[in-house]
Structure formats: C-alpha cells, structure tokens
C-alpha cells in the first residue's frame, strides 16, 4: 500500500545543511545539536495587570517569571523573561496552536497580545567543558560561571547573530534560540570557531 500524499510542504529543519556530527569533538567536551520543530509564542502584557498575570498563568499552569533575565520550566514547556512586559514560550510544535488559542481565550478583554512566531525561529543546545569558551569567541555577555548560571537568560548576539541564551544545566549546557534566516551562516560559524576542541580529551 501506498503512503498517503500530502499538498503541504515538507517541514525542514533550519540547521538542514549543517552536519554538526563534523564537530569532532568528544561529547563531553563539546557537542552542538539543534532542537529542531519547537512551538514558540511571543507574550506582551502589563506584569503589573493583575488580569493578564493570571489569565497567563490559569493556561501555562505556571506565573510568568518577572524577575529579569530569568526563566522557567513547567511541563513541556520553557518560559523565558525578555522584558518587564515581553516573554517568550517554547512548546512541543503540535501543542503551539492550542496553546496559543487558549492564551488568546484566557486574555480576551485585556491589553495583550499573543503571536505565534515558531516558523521564524530554531533551537540550539550547546553542551560540554568548552561550551562556555565557543560561546564567548562570539558573544560579549559575561558568561562565567559565577555570573551566569543555570536559571538565567539574555538576549544578545553570537557572531553577529541575534539570539536569546538561556543556561539550563550546571554541565553546563546552553540554549539558544536564533532566526531561521541566520542558521546557515551560524552553523558554519560554530563548526569552524569549535576546530580548537577537536583533540581535547
């Protein structure tokens, strides 16, 4: 029997043409993999509206963080702080339209807005002993480990790259969410900026 056909394009991931298994480096010391076909809703609102606060968090089952440059896990999905009144959520793609469907729902009446912004942006997970050396030869946050920690997020750049750090493990392991239309040009820049950990131990 046949496989069914579809009219709809075929999803690619952004990273399509990087092969980061050309890394070269043992797993521990360094590792790139992209987090490919993420949901990602964008969310503006007033953290002081006490309506907004709670209609969020009634449908993430989580109150946005308002302390700066922070995040949160819940679930499958990662809430992260951009600003006093913008935040950005992560969700498993199948869930992203539900979700955003039900944060419109919840906001209905209130000063907000929800957008759905998953087919412009791609996940990256940056891991291993050098990890923080590879980000910092392109990114001028402070990123050592007694100033940025496992918890924490930023907006910044990567090789003239913007894009949104956040720390989830000690290890440490970093991810970053970056623009689609950026990823062939990053994704070489991290294999040739990562050639130095190649003969690491």
């Keep these: 029997m046949s496989k069914p056909t579809s009219t709809a394009p075929a999803m690619t991931s952004a990273f399509t043409e990087i092969d980061f298994s050309q890394l070269g480096t043992r ?17 503006r609102g007033a953290s002081d509206n006490s309506k907004f606060m709670h209609g969020v968090e009634n449908t993430l089952g989580v109150a ?5 440059n922070t995040f949160l896990n819940v679930g499958s999905n990662t809430v992260l702080w951009l600003g006093p009144n913008e935040w950005l959520v992560i969700t498993p793609l199948a869930e992203a339209k539900q979700l955003e469907q ?16 998953s087919g412009g942006n791609s996940v990256l997970e940056v891991a291993g002993d ?7 030869k392109g990114c001028p946050l402070d990123l ?19 894009m949104t750090l956040w720390q989830t ?8 969410v970056v623009r689609r239309s950026f990823a062939d040009y990053l994704g070489h ?3 040739d900026a990562a050639r ?3 003969d690491l131990t």
């Design 27 to 43: 797993k521990h010391v360094l590792s790139i993999e992209e987090l490919a076909f993420f949901g990602h809703l964008n969310i």
């Design 64 to 68: 946005l963080p308002t302390q700066a």
């Design 102 to 117: 039900g944060l419109r729902t919840a906001l209905s009446g209130v000063f907000s807005s929800v957008n759905e912004v």
């Design 130 to 136: 050098k990890a923080r050396d590879l980000l910092l």
């Design 144 to 162: 050592h480990s007694s100033v940025f920690k496992t918890g924490q997020c930023a907006q910044s750049v990567l090789a003239k790259t913007s």
């Design 169 to 176: 493990e000690d290890a440490p392991v970093f991810r970053l």
């Design 189 to 191: 820049w991290l294999l």
């Design 196 to 198: 130095e950990f190649q």
